[in-house]
């Protein structure tokens, strides 16, 4: 094992670690008070929820295959799907490096060179990140569910920083083609041109905002599906499955950002549903997320 694995297995442990000393109690008291009654499936629902994943996995798909179009590509939306969720098998292996791998594989028999795909690649990390962070701080930072999350609101001023640098660096070209070559120079590629069109990239943003919306909608009638009868805000929930998924998204040494999406999702679906039954609702999201992953992985693969 190289020293770079070794250092990077030991942050992926010492991480972990961490997240399991704090949370594992939750976990633990969430378990000692768990009653099956409460937990009756609402199979239709439960079903819904998957069914509206895999229209928001496949519209994310179709967004790459836009930002192909940078580079004077094209690629058609059943290719884009198939090259992004057989590729996101990698996911599961620590670091994103695996699912870009599987990436660049993939899109090189659509004629995608090596460069593009890395660069659509961080250009697609880059541009969901934002619109998630706008739904984040508007519905639960400004929204009439503020007061349960007042904790945390320097993490809203972090998400407004965020997107204002983005903002800034997206409407400033040269600034934003400097970004991306300095970071395919760190993964020793060789840099490439593409050409982004604002009014493109505005729609980019716009149908990232839209996805991320209708995945916060496909968890919100899942937690539905197991906890029927209970009450909670469409907006609270969309914004914590929002949030959760984005701390897990950038937690790039852990493998699909297991750990990092529960810690943060348990903290933010206690004040919702209650402490007793967020972790149980945790584990079952997991579940959840990697059944409809499997199911749009299969689908990918009979795409011919």
Known sequence: MTKSKLLNRIIQIAILAVLAYFMAPVF?????????????????LLIASLLLMQVVLYAQSAIWSTIIGFFGKS???????????????????PGRIWQLFGMIYLAGKEGITKEEATVS????????????????????????????????IGFAWVGVAAMAA???VFLMPRWLHACINFV?????QTPVEFRLEKKVGMKVL??????????GVSFYLFLLSILPGYDFSIIEI???????????YWAIVLPAGIGAREAALILLLAPIIGADRAGIAVIGARLWSMLGEVICTVLAWRVK
């Open 28 to 44: 633990a008291d969430s378990f000692r008070k768990f009653n099956p009654a409460d937990w009756k499936i609402n199979y239709w």
């Open 75 to 93: 690629i058609a939306y059943n290719k884009a799907f198939k090259i992004a969720y057989l590729a996101q098998l990698g996911r599961y292996l």
């Open 121 to 152: 690649f961080i250009l697609s990390q880059l541009f969901a990140t934002p619109p998630g962070l706008l739904i984040v701080v508007a519905y639960l930072f400004v929204l009439e569910t503020a007061t349960k999350y007042q904790d945390y």
């Open 166 to 168: 983005f903002l800034i």
């Open 184 to 188: 395919t120079r760190l993964m020793r």
């Open 206 to 215: 716009i149908f990232y905002f839209v996805t991320w919306n209708l995945y």
């Open 238 to 248: 969309v914004g914590a499955w929002t949030l959760a998924y984005l701390v897990g």
